[in-house]
């Protein structure tokens, strides 16, 4: 090996340029930012070839000083950060004055400036790290810049480079994010002479959302609002119909910088607990405003990640914020069927699709004129202790039902009398004021189980049932001990268990709510999931699975036949349990058919 020697700076700058610059998309984002920083109201991105040709930046902000010029092109020479103590007050998008000299080394860059106060501007090129000198250059305030060739030096690099679509997506991804981030700004985007973006400073961020996402999303959104303390939420978030395949269309800000957090989309996902099935993705657009003090943004390079100060606190407060907001809204899935006559499917069984309710909700249901199913009275005014006297199969259908419940929140809602009928054994079909809606009964059984179980657990009551005769469950030895460890959390669950030597366990108790069906397999279900599962989710996550696998395991099935009383109070506790649209799968409970959407499909209008 040689001697050790210091790297010419030509040298350390490409080595930096490797963190910063990774693609024509980071670039975009540099210059964008800085133009940002410079007070602009209205900036232009020409890009030709996704940005690997060129990327031209035209700004209408604080220009550079002609004298400043070469600097802006030192590496760690910035005009935004004085000491260290500015590192955690930072309040520019830039700071750390490695962009522009990442950029001239690796690029053929010209710069052109004149701060709206001087009389003149001037103008320098940085090729491949190679200063011009400067020269006077007669233009607009602001500054333009443009980028060409972009690793033309660093040919390893250059070949790392996609095809201009991928580029362009990326690059437009960065666009995108500081549209949303930066409100009254005026932005275009162009690619190869045509326009892909032109954002109005007029456009607020519904607009901007609609333009980038399309009508589909903007309609979907619900605003999110919220603060604690010094820390405010606010945003948007989509309705669970407008789900996706990933997390792409989930957007977190913090004080006005994008950023990736893994704390932040844990905190989304955890308020769309049970709305969406596996796999699927919320939609949101939020943003977080933090004192400095509560965040570090120093962490990486790209300035994409931060590290907040209280992580904990500020996850339960995204979570709690948006779980209110969703259950604010009426989730119920809404059927629209294709109208024959504006796309004909010849021979084709309407395909349905769910959007969730764009319109408010109208005036409270009337009551329904004709005499219904036997009202449920004995049901109704049971209260927890005498379950045992349930008629069989559902009996947590007719248990719990208080006398006079929360007043009802939704439309859809059923009126005092209630006309159903059971089709199938399987789905309920009722009459609401604004049509007709269609139950899956065991998915909306299992989300009114599972919302009572919660309820009283969180309540710290959740009501035990002794077995007389404890039941005994044989289990593989290994498995005896992993059940026993679990000992405490099960007993909160109402599962109160006791080893009894060898493979067996004694079951003394099961949750009251859950009624008199089979409390062996359901121990028999949780058991399984606690053996089964490599490392067990975190314990809240853990007791959450396991009161929705109780409730589906306690659930009336598809295929049981219900009796008029039965149904008469699933539908009521419909409009009771919390977020009874969706099982607590994600899975819809209820499908309704709007009257115009029926008089749509039969033309009656
Ligand atoms: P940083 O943004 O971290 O300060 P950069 O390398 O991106 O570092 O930019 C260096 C300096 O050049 C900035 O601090 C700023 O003073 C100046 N500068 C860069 N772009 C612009 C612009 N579009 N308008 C005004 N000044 C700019
Ligand atoms: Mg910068």
Redesign the pocket.
């Known amino acids: 090996m040689g001697r050790i020697q210091q790297l010419p700076p030509l040298v350390i700058n490409q080595i930096a340029a490797g963190e910063v610059i990774e693609r024509p998309a980071s670039v975009v984002k540099?210059?964008l930012?800085?133009a940002i920083?410079a007070g602009s109201t209205r900036i232009d991105v020409d890009v030709e070839q996704g940005g690997a040709d060129l990327i031209r930046v035209v700004d209408d902000g604080g220009g550079i000083h002609a004298d400043d010029l070469p600097l802006a092109f030192r590496n760690h020479a910035?005009s935004?950060l004085h000491d260290a103590d500015d590192l955690f007050n930072v309040g520019?998008?830039?700071?750390?004055?490695?962009?522009?000299s990442s950029i001239g080394s690796i690029a053929k860059v010209h710069l052109q400036s004149r701060p709206p106060d001087a009389p003149a501007g001037a103008e320098i090129t940085s090729h491949g790290g190679t200063l011009s000198t400067v020269r006077p250059w007669n233009g607009s305030p602001g500054t333009r810049i443009e980028v060409r060739h972009l690793f033309y030096n660093v040919p390893v690099r250059r070949k790392f480079l996609r095809g201009p679509a991928t580029e362009m997506n990326h690059l437009s991804e960065v666009f995108v994010r500081l549209a949303l981030a930066h409100l009254r700004l005026h932005l275009t985007l162009r690619h190869n002479g045509k326009g892909v973006y032109e954002v109005p400073a007029t456009a607020g961020l519904l607009d901007r959302i609609g333009l980038f996402f399309g009508k589909e999303v903007r309609q979907q959104l619900y605003a999110v609002e919220a603060e604690q303390g010094p820390v405010t939420l606010g945003g948007y978030v989509a309705d669970p119909a407008c789900e996706r395949g990933g997390t792409l269309m989930q957007y977190f800000f913090v004080n006005g910088r994008w950023v990736r957090d893994k704390l932040l989309t844990q905190a989304l996902a955890d308020a769309y607990r049970g709305l969406l099935m596996t796999g699927r993705h919320a939609v949101g657009f939020l943003f977080l405003d933090l004192p400095p003090d509560h965040l570090d943004v120093n962490v990486h390079p790209t300035k994409a990640e931060v590290r907040f100060r209280d992580p904990e606190q500020l996850q339960a407060f995204i979570t709690e914020t948006i779980r209110a907001r969703l259950q604010a809204e009426d989730l119920t899935g809404r059927l629209r069927g294709p109208v024959t006559a504006e796309r004909p499917q010849p021979a084709a069984e309407p395909t349905f699709d769910f959007t969730p309710s764009p319109e408010p909700s109208p005036a409270p249901p009337a009551p329904a004129p004709v005499p219904a199913p036997a009202p449920v009275r004995g049901a109704a005014r049971q209260t927890a202790a005498p379950r045992a006297s349930l008629p069989p199969p559902p009996p947590a259908v007719m248990a719990r039902e208080p006398e006079s419940g929360p007043p009802p929140r939704r439309q859809g809602n059923v009126s005092a009398v209630i006309r159903a009928i059971q089709l199938h054994d399987t789905y309920l079909v009722v009459e609401v004021q604004e049509g007709m809606l269609v139950i899956d009964q065991h998915a909306l059984h299992e989300r009114i189980l599972y919302e009572q179980m919660k309820e009283r657990l969180a309540a710290g009551d959740l009501e035990q049932q002794r077995l007389l005769i404890p039941e005994p469950i044989e289990l593989p030895a290994h498995q005896v001990a992993l059940v026993l460890d679990r000992r405490a959390d099960l007993a909160e669950l109402g599962l109160e268990v006791e080893g009894f030597g060898g493979s067996t366990v004694l079951l003394h108790s099961y949750p009251a709510v859950l009624g008199k069906r089979a409390p062996q397999a359901i121990f028999r279900a949780v058991v399984d999931y606690l053996v089964t599962k490599e490392k067990l989710p975190a314990r809240e996550e853990m007791l959450n699975d396991l009161l929705s696998l109780m409730a589906c395991h306690a659930a009336v099935r598809a295929g049981d036949r219900l009796t008029p009383e039965e149904i008469a109070a699933l539908v009521r506790q419909r409009d009771r349990a919390d977020h009874s649209h969706h099982c607590p799968h994600g899975r819809p409970t209820s499908l309704l058919f709007t009257l115009h959407d029926l008089e749509r499909q039969f033309r009656r209008v």
């Open positions: 540099e210059l930012e800085n920083d910035t935004k520019t998008l830039g700071f750390r004055g490695e962009a522009l």
